[in-house]
Protein backbone atom coordinates (compact mmCIF):
# COMPACT_ATOMS: atom_id res chain seq x y z
CA UNK A 1 0.00 0.00 0.00
CA UNK A 2 2.43 2.27 0.18
CA UNK A 3 4.08 1.92 -2.46
CA UNK A 4 1.26 3.50 -4.10
CA UNK A 5 1.60 6.66 -2.03
CA UNK A 6 5.29 7.27 -3.39
CA UNK A 7 5.84 10.14 -5.86
CA UNK A 8 8.08 8.08 -7.92
CA UNK A 9 5.47 5.77 -9.35
CA UNK A 10 3.88 8.37 -10.82
CA UNK A 11 6.15 9.70 -12.71
CA UNK A 12 7.54 8.62 -15.99
CA UNK A 13 10.54 6.43 -16.11
CA UNK A 14 13.89 8.61 -16.16
CA UNK A 15 16.62 8.26 -18.57
CA UNK A 16 17.87 11.69 -18.37
CA UNK A 17 21.56 12.21 -16.37
CA UNK A 18 20.40 14.74 -14.04
CA UNK A 19 16.55 13.42 -13.79
CA UNK A 20 16.82 12.02 -11.01
CA UNK A 21 18.51 15.20 -9.10
CA UNK A 22 15.04 17.17 -10.70
CA UNK A 23 12.90 14.16 -8.81
CA UNK A 24 14.48 14.71 -5.96
CA UNK A 25 13.56 18.43 -5.61
CA UNK A 26 9.90 17.31 -6.63
CA UNK A 27 10.01 14.65 -3.54
CA UNK A 28 11.12 17.36 -0.55
CA UNK A 29 8.14 19.72 -1.89
CA UNK A 30 6.00 16.90 -2.48
CA UNK A 31 6.26 15.76 1.21
CA UNK A 32 6.50 19.50 3.00
CA UNK A 33 3.25 20.26 1.00
CA UNK A 34 1.86 17.37 1.81
CA UNK A 35 2.55 17.27 5.23
CA UNK A 36 1.09 20.28 5.42
CA UNK A 37 -2.35 19.97 3.90
CA UNK A 38 -2.54 17.15 6.63
CA UNK A 39 -1.88 19.15 9.30
CA UNK A 40 -4.33 21.45 8.38
CA UNK A 41 -7.19 19.24 7.01
CA UNK A 42 -6.92 17.77 10.23
CA UNK A 43 -7.40 21.23 11.95
CA UNK A 44 -10.61 21.89 9.83
CA UNK A 45 -11.95 18.87 11.06
CA UNK A 46 -10.90 19.40 14.75
CA UNK A 47 -12.40 22.82 14.46
CA UNK A 48 -15.51 21.81 12.76
CA UNK A 49 -16.47 19.37 15.59
CA UNK A 50 -15.19 21.50 18.58
CA UNK A 51 -16.92 24.69 17.47
CA UNK A 52 -20.05 22.80 16.16
CA UNK A 53 -23.57 24.53 16.77
CA UNK A 54 -25.13 23.45 20.43
CA UNK A 55 -28.20 25.07 21.97
CA UNK A 56 -27.60 27.57 24.17
CA UNK A 57 -23.99 28.18 23.13
CA UNK A 58 -23.62 31.73 21.48
CA UNK A 59 -20.80 32.70 19.25
CA UNK A 60 -17.80 34.85 20.27
CA UNK A 61 -15.42 36.47 18.42
CA UNK A 62 -11.56 35.75 19.32
CA UNK A 63 -8.40 37.84 18.20
CA UNK A 64 -5.63 36.12 16.10
CA UNK A 65 -2.29 34.68 18.15
CA UNK A 66 0.25 36.96 17.21
CA UNK A 67 2.71 34.88 18.32
CA UNK A 68 1.68 32.12 16.15
CA UNK A 69 1.10 33.78 12.84
CA UNK A 70 4.49 35.34 12.97
CA UNK A 71 6.02 31.48 13.90
CA UNK A 72 3.84 30.43 10.85
CA UNK A 73 4.86 32.93 8.65
CA UNK A 74 8.68 33.07 9.71
CA UNK A 75 8.42 29.36 9.31
CA UNK A 76 6.78 28.92 6.30
CA UNK A 77 9.04 31.76 4.41
CA UNK A 78 12.10 29.56 5.31
CA UNK A 79 11.25 26.76 4.17
CA UNK A 80 10.94 28.71 0.87
CA UNK A 81 14.24 30.17 1.45
CA UNK A 82 15.87 26.52 1.64
CA UNK A 83 14.11 25.26 -1.38
CA UNK A 84 15.62 28.23 -3.67
CA UNK A 85 19.36 27.31 -1.96
CA UNK A 86 19.20 23.74 -2.44
CA UNK A 87 17.33 24.36 -6.39
CA UNK A 88 19.86 27.28 -7.79
CA UNK A 89 22.77 24.92 -8.06
CA UNK A 90 20.81 22.39 -10.38
CA UNK A 91 18.41 25.57 -12.33
CA UNK A 92 22.22 26.66 -13.00
CA UNK A 93 23.57 23.74 -14.31
CA UNK A 94 20.45 22.86 -16.65
CA UNK A 95 19.96 26.01 -17.45
CA UNK A 96 23.32 28.11 -17.88
CA UNK A 97 25.65 25.92 -18.36
CA UNK A 98 24.93 24.09 -21.47
CA UNK A 99 27.90 21.27 -22.03
CA UNK A 100 29.88 20.89 -25.40
CA UNK A 101 28.44 19.13 -28.00
CA UNK A 102 28.46 18.33 -31.49
CA UNK A 103 24.96 16.72 -32.04
CA UNK A 104 22.61 19.72 -32.46
CA UNK A 105 19.34 19.72 -33.55
CA UNK A 106 16.78 23.26 -34.44
CA UNK A 107 13.14 21.96 -32.92
CA UNK A 108 10.52 25.04 -34.35
CA UNK A 109 7.28 24.57 -32.45
CA UNK A 110 4.21 25.73 -34.72
CA UNK A 111 0.55 25.11 -34.95
CA UNK A 112 0.08 21.86 -34.34
CA UNK A 113 3.35 20.15 -34.43
CA UNK A 114 7.22 19.91 -34.24
CA UNK A 115 9.80 20.99 -37.14
CA UNK A 116 12.63 19.31 -36.33
CA UNK A 117 15.77 20.37 -38.32
CA UNK A 118 19.28 18.26 -38.40
CA UNK A 119 22.73 20.44 -39.41
CA UNK A 120 23.96 17.73 -41.21
CA UNK A 121 27.35 16.70 -41.54
CA UNK A 122 28.77 19.96 -41.83
CA UNK A 123 27.35 20.80 -38.24
CA UNK A 124 25.70 24.28 -39.80
CA UNK A 125 21.90 25.48 -40.47
CA UNK A 126 20.77 26.59 -43.11
CA UNK A 127 23.03 24.88 -45.86
CA UNK A 128 22.48 22.39 -48.41
CA UNK A 129 23.06 19.21 -46.57
CA UNK A 130 19.90 20.16 -43.91
CA UNK A 131 17.48 17.57 -43.12
CA UNK A 132 13.84 18.13 -41.48
CA UNK A 133 11.54 16.01 -40.22
CA UNK A 134 8.06 16.92 -38.53
CA UNK A 135 7.76 15.41 -35.21
CA UNK A 136 10.55 13.10 -35.53
CA UNK A 137 13.96 13.40 -32.87
CA UNK A 138 16.19 11.03 -32.98
CA UNK A 139 19.93 11.18 -31.06
CA UNK A 140 22.22 8.71 -29.28
CA UNK A 141 22.23 7.18 -26.15
CA UNK A 142 24.85 8.34 -23.58
CA UNK A 143 25.19 12.01 -25.57
CA UNK A 144 24.45 15.50 -24.90
CA UNK A 145 22.20 17.01 -27.28
CA UNK A 146 22.30 20.25 -27.86
CA UNK A 147 17.99 21.90 -28.52
CA UNK A 148 17.76 24.95 -30.13
CA UNK A 149 14.07 26.18 -29.86
CA UNK A 150 12.02 28.41 -31.26
CA UNK A 151 8.44 29.49 -32.54
CA UNK A 152 6.78 30.24 -35.71
CA UNK A 153 3.05 31.54 -34.68
CA UNK A 154 1.98 31.22 -30.76
CA UNK A 155 3.95 30.28 -27.16
CA UNK A 156 4.75 26.06 -27.17
CA UNK A 157 6.39 24.29 -24.45
CA UNK A 158 8.87 21.58 -25.75
CA UNK A 159 8.38 18.88 -23.09
CA UNK A 160 10.40 15.58 -22.50
CA UNK A 161 8.86 14.21 -19.05
CA UNK A 162 10.94 10.97 -19.10
CA UNK A 163 14.42 13.34 -19.47
CA UNK A 164 12.21 15.79 -17.00
CA UNK A 165 13.38 18.34 -20.05
CA UNK A 166 10.37 21.39 -20.08
CA UNK A 167 11.21 24.30 -22.01
CA UNK A 168 9.03 27.11 -24.00
CA UNK A 169 9.59 27.80 -27.52
CA UNK A 170 9.12 31.56 -27.80
CA UNK A 171 8.02 33.27 -31.23
CA UNK A 172 11.25 35.66 -32.05
CA UNK A 173 13.62 33.93 -30.00
CA UNK A 174 15.72 31.12 -29.70
CA UNK A 175 16.60 29.28 -26.21
CA UNK A 176 19.06 26.66 -26.02
CA UNK A 177 18.25 23.71 -23.87
CA UNK A 178 19.73 20.41 -23.73
CA UNK A 179 19.76 16.83 -22.80
CA UNK A 180 21.80 13.48 -22.02
CA UNK A 181 19.58 10.03 -22.40
CA UNK A 182 20.58 7.45 -20.63
CA UNK A 183 18.75 4.21 -22.07
CA UNK A 184 17.52 3.35 -25.86
CA UNK A 185 13.59 3.58 -26.59
CA UNK A 186 10.86 5.93 -27.76
CA UNK A 187 9.59 8.78 -25.71
CA UNK A 188 6.46 11.19 -26.60
CA UNK A 189 7.41 15.07 -27.06
CA UNK A 190 4.01 16.62 -26.21
CA UNK A 191 3.29 20.53 -25.98
CA UNK A 192 2.83 21.38 -22.42
CA UNK A 193 1.63 24.94 -23.63
CA UNK A 194 -2.55 25.37 -24.80
CA UNK A 195 -1.65 26.74 -28.18
CA UNK A 196 -4.68 26.33 -29.72
CA UNK A 197 -7.71 24.05 -30.85
CA UNK A 198 -5.21 21.64 -32.18
CA UNK A 199 -2.76 21.47 -29.18
CA UNK A 200 -3.87 18.00 -27.58
CA UNK A 201 -3.21 16.92 -31.08
CA UNK A 202 0.61 18.39 -31.34
CA UNK A 203 2.62 14.99 -30.35
CA UNK A 204 6.17 14.09 -31.12
CA UNK A 205 8.57 11.25 -30.58
CA UNK A 206 12.27 10.87 -29.51
CA UNK A 207 14.24 7.92 -30.45
CA UNK A 208 17.36 7.15 -28.47
CA UNK A 209 19.16 5.10 -30.83
CA UNK A 210 21.69 3.09 -29.87
CA UNK A 211 25.60 4.24 -30.82
CA UNK A 212 25.29 1.44 -33.55
CA UNK A 213 22.03 2.21 -34.43
CA UNK A 214 22.27 5.70 -34.74
CA UNK A 215 25.15 5.35 -36.93
CA UNK A 216 22.93 3.36 -39.08
CA UNK A 217 20.18 6.17 -39.16
CA UNK A 218 22.76 8.85 -39.72
CA UNK A 219 24.03 7.36 -42.40
CA UNK A 220 20.50 6.54 -44.40
CA UNK A 221 19.57 10.42 -43.68
CA UNK A 222 23.45 11.23 -45.59
CA UNK A 223 24.34 8.54 -47.15
CA UNK A 224 27.38 10.37 -49.23
CA UNK A 225 29.08 11.73 -45.96
Given at each position: M???L?????????V?TY??E????????????????I?????M????????H???RR?????G??V??I??T?G?AL??I???I????L???????????????????K??NWEI???????????A????????????V???V??F?????????????????K???L???????????T????Y???????C???H??????????S???Y??W??????Q?
Amino acid sequence: MLEYLKLETWLPENVSTYGAEIDFLFYVIYYITGVAFILVAAAMVAFLIIFRHREGRRARYVHGNTVLEIVWTVGTALIVIVLGIMSEPLWARIKQQVPPSDIQVRVTGKQFNWEILYPGPDGKFETADDVQMDNELHVPVNRVVQVFLTSKDVIHSFFLPNLRLKQDALPGRTIQAWFEATKPGVYEIPCAELCGFGHSGMLGYLTVHSAKDYEKWVKEQWPQS
